[in-house]
Structure formats: structure tokens, C-alpha cells
């Protein structure tokens, strides 16, 4: 039986790396895995995990999909200018640029802005005034943290200022009493779940505290949520409540108070998620490099390699050596902007000119990298998609 390694060598012998390939039955298994955990609750494709128009729409093709989260103003006017009509930005927006292009109609009905500060509603105004314009759609974000102590204890990431229902409700009246906004969604995204590893390798004691965490912060955000859901739509009908990560994405469904899902980098599978219990997608994204020295019995020295993830500085933010197996990275270089070389039973056999496969750390970022991704069905590549920079963006 072929083997996955000899599959992708196969399909890429005309290629010469660095390339970057997306296996389409791995992507499409991901897909049908991320759907059956949403149970029945539409999953919102999260641009920033995928940077790749073509990949998008591919996931957008498959049941249970709908809708984007786009990850910068730009970016999401882009999707939209080509056909995307459901964009939710995930993040407030000062592109100064890109608010004034909210005046026409059909984009500003395609877009929806994230804010949890009136402030942000200032600057839209300040840019567009409510003459020049048609209404903006608004989601509210709520903070979907843990906090404890008078919030000296914070648990997960630091992201909005609204934390209770008193607050969500008293910026959603803001919203809806100013002209030219219509509150049309509430978002909260409880990264302490969704995106940190609870079976980090090599560290049981760690993994142990973040799963307590997580229980605690699940069970507080659960009820914390409602009570904030209710509030809101007693001020506004809410067309959508999103939530959720590919790392929470059944946890997270099973929330009453939740609408729709946000899910990306499972469609993926990056080595970050190798430390998730809850749900391990297939790798289906990864890049191969050449070797190009041995410069000791037992070491093969790659051309290239440091395409480190963003995040806390560590080592499980550089990528993985993964085809062959058994190869690691040295800890005095690891993987390095010109050359990593990699230790290991592997690296004894490998050749001037063999390739090494990768996998990124993170998902989408692996994009930035490249400007296009072979797509393999087996042992051919059937086509070939640019990402966002193979079309000439870098949006953030």
C-alpha cells in the first residue's frame, strides 16, 4: 500500500520546493467531521485560518457551511466584491479607507462590524456620515473570558470590554438609538477553549490545569451568555449569535443561546491541534522542503523552514517535521530562516535533493508564505488555487 509520504512525492516530482499542498479528501473529511460536531448549526468559515479565496468557497460549497469571518475591513470588502454576501468582520475596524467605501449599499449590506465600544461607532461616523450612507451592520461583541478576584484572574484572551449583561445591554441601546446602525448580532469567542491545546505533549500537569479551566469557564459562559443573549435581544432582534472555534465546536453547539458556529483551521488540521482531545482533524495542509546538506552522520539539513506561528513564543509554535517520521528538530537551530537541520532515524537515509514535509503550527498563516496551494486527490495534483497573497494581498 502507498503510503502518504510517497502519495505527495509522487503527485509533486514537477515541483520544486518550498511549495505548499492541501490534501482535498483530508480537507473534505475535516469539513464533514466539523459539521456532524455542529449538530445541525450552521459553521461560519473563518477567513483568517484559511487566507485562500478558492479553499473558502470550496468549504462554503460543502453542506452546513454558511457565511464568513473575515479578519480585517480590506479583506472582507475584497470577499465581498467577489461574490462573498455574508461577511462578519471578527474584530472593531479603523481602516479609514475602507469605512468610506461602506457607502455603497450593496457592500454595506454584505459586511457586518464588529464593535464593543462606542467608540468605534464615533469613528465610523466621523468618516461616513449618517447623510452619506447606508445603514451599517453591527455585531456586538461580548468578552467571553473567565474572571475572577475582582478580574485580577483573567482566563483567556483579552478581547472585549462587555462582560456582563448590564454592559451588553446598555451599549446594544447606544447602538440602536444612534442613526444609520442596526445592531444585527452578538459574537463571543471563548479562545480559552476553543483555541488552547489540553493535552499539550510533555506537559501532564499544564494540561490538567487548562481542562479544569476549561470545565469552569464552560459552565460560567454557558449561563453568563444567556443572561447576556436575553438582555440584548430585549433591545434588538438578533439575526445571529456566533461563537465557538474548531476547538469547541460541539462544546459550544450544545449552547442553546448559540446560533451559528465559527470554525476554520480544523478544515486544516495544523500541529497545534495534535494536543486537543476534543477533536483532532486529518493534517490536510503542509509544505514540503528540499534537503540540501548532511552535514553529519544522523542530520539532514533542509533549505528554508522557520515559518513560526504567531502566539507565546515556544516550541510548539515552530513547524513540524512530519514525512518522513521520526525526524525532530535540533535545539540549538531549531527551524531556521535559510536552514533546519533535523535529527533523527529518518535522517540517516535522506538524500541531497529528498523532501521533507511540514506542518505549520497554526493554519492560515502558512498562506503568508506562499502564493499558491497545490491541491492533491491521491498521488496527482488536480489544480492549484492562489492564496490571499498569490492575489497580491497582504491584509494584515
Not at 60 to 83: C, D, K, N, S
Not at 233 to 242: D, I, K, T
Not at 361 to 377: M, N
Request: proline share 7%.
Amino acid at each position: 500500500m502507498i503510503t502518504d509520504r510517497e502519495r505527495y512525492d509522487a503527485a509533486t516530482a514537477h515541483l520544486d520546493p518550498p511549495f505548499a499542498v492541501v490534501d482535498l479528501a483530508a480537507f473534505h473529511t475535516n469539513a464533514q467531521d466539523l459539521v456532524r460536531r455542529a449538530a445541525g448549526k450552521p459553521i461560519r468559515v473563518a477567513s483568517k485560518s484559511i487566507r485562500c479565496r478558492g479553499l473558502i468557497t470550496e468549504a462554503l460549497r460543502q453542506p452546513g457551511f454558511a457565511g464568513v469571518m473575515a479578519y480585517t475591513l480590506p479583506e472582507a470588502i475584497w470577499l465581498a466584491q467577489h461574490g462573498f454576501s455574508d461577511v462578519l468582520i471578527g474584530y472593531p475596524v479603523t481602516h479609514r479607507a475602507g469605512i468610506a467605501e461602506l457607502k455603497d449599499p450593496d457592500l454595506a449590506s454584505a459586511l457586518t462590524l464588529m464593535v464593543d465600544d462606542a467608540a468605534q461607532l464615533d469613528l465610523v461616523d466621523a468618516v461616513l456620515p449618517r447623510a452619506s450612507r447606508p445603514d451599517i451592520q453591527i455585531c456586538l461583541e461580548l468578552d467571553a473570558s473567565l474572571r475572577g478576584l475582582g478580574d485580577r484572574l483573567h482566563f483567556g484572551a483579552r478581547r472585549s470590554p462587555i462582560h456582563n449583561p448590564e454592559q451588553a445591554a446598555s451599549l446594544a441601546r447606544e447602538i440602536v438609538a444612534r442613526p444609520g446602525f442596526a445592531l444585527v448580532g452578538l459574537m463571543s469567542y471563548e479562545a480559552q477553549i476553543a483555541g488552547v491545546a489540553d493535552t499539550p505533549p510533555g506537559r501532564p500537569f499544564y494540561g490538567a490545569t487548562v481542562r479544569l479551566l476549561q470545565r469552569r469557564s464552560h459552565a460560567e459562559l454557558l449561563e453568563r451568555r444567556a443572561a447576556v443573549v436575553s438582555a440584548v435581544r430585549r433591545v434588538a432582534p438578533l439575526r445571529f449569535v456566533n461563537a465557538g472555534g474548531t476547538g469547541s465546536v460541539a462544546l459550544t453547539a450544545a449552547d442553546p443561546s448559540v446560533t451559528e458556529i465559527t470554525a476554520g483551521s480544523g478544515l486544516y488540521g495544523p500541529a497545534l491541534f495534535d494536543g486537543y482531545r476534543a477533536f483532532r482533524p486529518r493534517p490536510a495542509a503542509f509544505f514540503a522542503l528540499s534537503v540540501v546538506r548532511r552535514p553529519a552522520p544522523g542530520i539532514a539539513t533542509v533549505q528554508g523552514g522557520g515559518w513560526i506561528a504567531s502566539g507565546p513564543s515556544g516550541r510548539d509554535r515552530q513547524p513540524t517535521p512530519w514525512l518522513p517520521a521520526g525526524l525532530s528538530l535540533l535545539g540549538t537551530e531549531a527551524a531556521g530562516e535559510v536552514q533546519t537541520p533535523l535529527r533523527g532515524d529518518a535522517a540517516g537515509e535522506l538524500q541531497i535533493g529528498d523532501r521533507v514535509w511540514f506542518r505549520h503550527a497554526k493554519a492560515g498563516e502558512l498562506c503568508e508564505r506562499v502564493t499558491e496551494l497545490h491541491l492533491v486527490v491521491d498521488d496527482r495534483v488536480v489544480g492549484t488555487v492562489h492564496t490571499y497573497r498569490g492575489e497580491g494581498h497582504a491584509f494584515l
